[in-house]
């Protein structure tokens, strides 16, 4: 895993008063954990890189602790860089900046701060060249998880980390779900099609892009002459299409 450094948000906001709720099934190299907290080996080897400096388990790990059913290893966003031990446990370790470092986060003990799902889904947006899969990371938190994504409390969070990309994605992905469950032609049939309806307030979280704005991948780790639809309001360009997407989630 390679050690990167992120621009500072606005970081306006404080902790965030949520807590992660349902079940996990993250895992990783050091057992990341059960539903409530992190497991004692992953505390320790924390303390032993970290020390009592304020650190946040963060991106895919924290999004599977927040209550998303996914496998994910461990990213720990922490002020300033850390190389060497951090990446020989083969951690991803994010610099970051303290103004945005425990925005819409819940406090883990012992120094350590998880991000919210909400936090975390957008960091997996945002930052989704490090993320495999995340058009079906963002379909299946949006589809199977709603009741942990509030659509104005993404806004607000997505603005104060300045998180506009992830939030073009999120809300592409979502607008595209909402169409598959509404076409009646399709070959996915209704019943299935209901289980990856998506609440309409995802979509209009982005309703379009901003004059100047770049096109982005919908997963920019596939080419861009891979790209087969083209969400035009909010440019973001795709490598699969609504309905596959929709019919890996179901199957």
């Not at 949006?142 to 009741?147: D, G, Q």
């Not at 307030?201 to 780790?221: F, I, K, S």
Request: net charge positive.
């Amino acid at each position: 895993m390679t050690d990167v450094k992120l621009r500072s948000g606005s970081g306006l906001s404080v902790a965030s008063r949520n807590t992660p709720a349902g079940a996990s099934m993250a895992a990783d190299t050091w057992a990341l954990a059960d539903p409530w907290g992190l497991s004692e080996s992953l505390r320790q080897r924390l303390v032993e890189v970290y020390g009592r400096a304020p650190r946040r388990v963060s991106h895919l790990g924290a999004l599977s602790l927040g209550g998303v059913a996914l496998m994910a290893g461990v990213t720990i966003s922490a002020s300033g860089a850390l190389y060497g031990r951090a990446r020989r446990l083969g951690w991803r370790h994010v610099a970051e900046s303290p103004a945005t470092l425990l925005v819409a986060a819940t406090e883990a003990g012992d120094a350590t701060w998880m991000s919210t799902p909400v936090r975390a889904l957008l960091e997996c947006a945002q930052h989704a060249r490090w993320v495999c899969g995340v058009d079906e990371i963002i379909a299946q938190a949006l589809s199977k998880t709603p009741r942990l994504f509030d659509p104005e409390e993404l806004a607000t969070v997505a603005a104060d980390l300045r998180f506009a990309a992830g939030l073009r994605r999120i809300a592409s992905v979502a607008d595209a779900l909402t169409a598959v469950a509404a076409d009646s032609s399709s070959l996915i049939p209704a019943h299935a099609r209901a289980m990856v309806a998506v609440d309409r307030a995802y979509g209009a979280l982005c309703e379009r892009a901003r004059p100047g704005e770049r096109w982005l991948g919908l997963d920019p780790n596939e080419p861009r002459d891979a790209a087969v639809m083209w969400d035009r309001r909010r440019r973001v360009w795709w490598h699969t299409t609504p309905a596959e997407l929709a019919e890996h989630l179901l199957y």
